[in-house]
């Protein structure tokens, strides 16, 4: 009899071992509930002109609500808001802020005030995006109405030559149906959508725009252990430009940006309730040259980025 008993105790005791070393891993969000996440980058690009570098320092705060309003099998119809978003920047000692705390204003002559006066803007409005449960937003299903809100008076702009058009391009790439898409990504597309156990790997790959550069992302994620309620990752990202990548126009000048290459780290923990993260440490390097050309004029000009970027659960 001890001998049977001391059997199904070792045979419980190893279900037990192997529930705790596999979970479900994808979005399970309580119905009207608000989920807040913080993200923290901080970055340093370094470019070289006729054998000078030039310097720009950034720090990015964004802060995201995420509540999910209804579900179906397939998908969640969630209720998203940029509560915060402040971008400082350090160019070669000149510093600049984008605040979406102030209202800015559309018609100043500093373009740090018109991107204010937009974040502010899209900060105060909802988003209501479509998502699976692998955390991808496949839809922002008001994005051609919140973009005519945040848009809606662009024309008031009293900045006048290249500056205009440079800041019109920024604001309507910043309310774009993909960077939305890419910035609420940033918080929630992490999972596999279904179950996994400890050693595991999956790939999720995305296109991103950073700066009007278009790159591919390809990020594995390995399942390292179950510990309670949490999941340990370790995730690897191999970055490159988009085949085929548009260049960028600005100023009149035509930048390619094809041979930019570059790697980024992290460990991450994921809540296995919810499917959200409870804090990731990110670091990213990329590197390559810049082809910059215009009439009667062209060069190469080598950059180098790297970053920090740490995303956190507040609630």
Known sequence: MKKILSSVITILFGISVMAQNSASLKMNLKKNKVYLLKSVSEQTVTQTVNGNQQTVDSRVDYTLSLKMIDATPDFMITEIHFDTL?????????????????????????TSDIMSCIMNRLSKNALYVKMNFTGKPVEIVNAKMLS?????????????????AAIKTQIANTVSDDNLKT??????????????????NWDITEQTNSGGMALNIITTYH????????????????????????????????????????????????DIRTGLI????????????????APGFSMQMPMDINGETNVIALQ
Do not use: C, H
């Open 86 to 110: 402040i971008i400082n920047t350090n160019s070669m000692g000149k510093t600049a802020s984008i605040n979406s705390t102030v209202e800015g204003d559309i018609k100043s002559s500093e």
């Open 223 to 270: 399942l390292d252990g179950i510990n309670g309620n949490y999941a340990n990752l370790t995730v690897e990202s191999n970055i490159k430009a988009a085949e085929n990548a548009a260049p960028i126009q600005s100023g009149g000048a035509t930048i390619t940006y094809d041979n930019l290459m570059g790697l980024s780290k992290s460990n991450m923990v994921i």
């Open 278 to 293: 409870v804090e990731e440490k990110s670091k990213t390097r990329i590197s390559g040259n810049l082809g910059i050309s």
């Open 183 to 200: 910035m609420i990504s940033s918080f929630t597309w992490r999972l596999p959508g279904k179950q996994v156990s400890a050693g595991d």
């Open 148 to 164: 005519d809100l945040v848009m809606k008076d662009t024309s008031s702009i009293t900045l006048t030559g290249p500056m205009a």
